[in-house]
């Protein structure tokens, strides 16, 4: 299809793309700043020159056909290039600025990284960062996420990598805890201990089960109090009494470990990025950030 003949107008693309996002005529009005009655021509002068549906109209909202939901996903990747190249043009090296989405687990990014951006904000006040914390492994290619924090190689193809360190995933108990039941001073000892373990949900790292795994090679029976999809509740329950656990180091702040002999098979960080933003000087400070952070703290809280 050639452009000069094209049935895809950039405007009618553009509102489209804030319809599919906004899920209704009214919301996408808004963010467009025009009416509600303009959004809906816009809609319906594109489907009539396609000759396809593109949403499902719903008393509750708007739904994508799968010819709409075809067309939003090409449209979103173009317009992401489009603001990437934009902000790529507007910065150098020596001022990087711009929009950056940043996307790591739930735990490590609420208890290790959040307390460590102010620093890098106040470096670099031109970077809009906007952390997405998933456990699941947000799609870089599609943008949802410009840069990723992963404790597992990356598995998708096209995707340049930074190894940033070790983490070690050890044994921890509360102060409380420990003075209600006692130390266990030998892994038999677990037997006479309650243990908080991961449930199902998007599991954070390889190894997550593992001290399962060792309790259940040495047939050894405990107590399992509580299992939880999230490393962080994890830590908040263990946090409050209620058992003993295996959580990367960086919940080490205010625990205690337990078995000092005994940890995980390690676990390995990786910095990630799509190829396209290989040049982009915001994602270069970042990351150069984030491994000298790493350097000085040993992923320790």
């Excluded at 687990?105 to 307390?115: H, I, K, N, Q």
Aim: aromatic content about 8%; overall charge negative; glycine content about 4%.
């Amino acid at each position: 299809m050639s452009v000069r003949g094209s049935k895809l107008d950039w405007d009618k693309l553009r509102v489209f793309h804030a319809v599919a996002q906004a899920g209704s005529f009214t919301h996408a009005a808004d963010t467009l700043n025009l009416s509600q009655s303009a959004v809906s021509r816009q809609i319906s002068a594109l489907e009539d020159s396609l000759g396809v549906s593109l949403f499902h109209r719903h008393a509750r909202g708007l739904i994508l056909t799968e010819q709409g939901d075809l067309l939003f996903k090409t449209v979103h990747d173009v317009f992401a290039k489009l603001n990437n190249v934009e902000d790529m043009l507007t910065e150098t090296k020596d001022n990087p600025q711009g929009p950056l989405r940043v996307t790591t687990t739930v735990a490590f990014g609420s208890v290790w990284l959040t307390p460590r951006l102010k620093d890098f904000i106040r470096a670099h006040p031109k970077i809009e960062v906007a952390l997405r914390l998933d456990d699941r492994d947000l799609d870089l290619a599609m943008r949802e996420a410009d840069v990723a924090i992963r404790f597992h190689e990356p598995r998708e193809p096209d995707l340049i990598q930074r190894h940033l360190g070790t983490l070690q995933v050890l044994m921890f108990a509360s102060p409380d805890y420990l003075k209600d039941r006692g130390t266990p001073h030998t892994f038999a000892d677990l037997a006479n201990h309650t243990i908080i373990t991961f449930g199902e949900g998007t599991e954070p790292f390889d190894t997550v089960h593992w001290l399962e795994e060792e309790l259940e090679r040495h047939n050894l029976q405990t107590t399992t109090s509580l299992r939880v999809n999230n490393l962080y509740g994890i830590y908040r329950a263990v946090k409050a009494g209620l058992g003993i656990a295996m959580l990367p180091e960086y919940f080490a702040r205010d625990l205690v470990r337990v078995l000092p002999d005994l940890a995980a098979p390690p676990v390995e960080g990786y910095f990630v990025y799509p190829e396209e933003l290989r040049n982009s000087a915001r994602v270069a400070v970042f990351r150069d950030y984030l491994v000298k952070e790493i350097a000085r703290s040993r992923f320790q809280s």
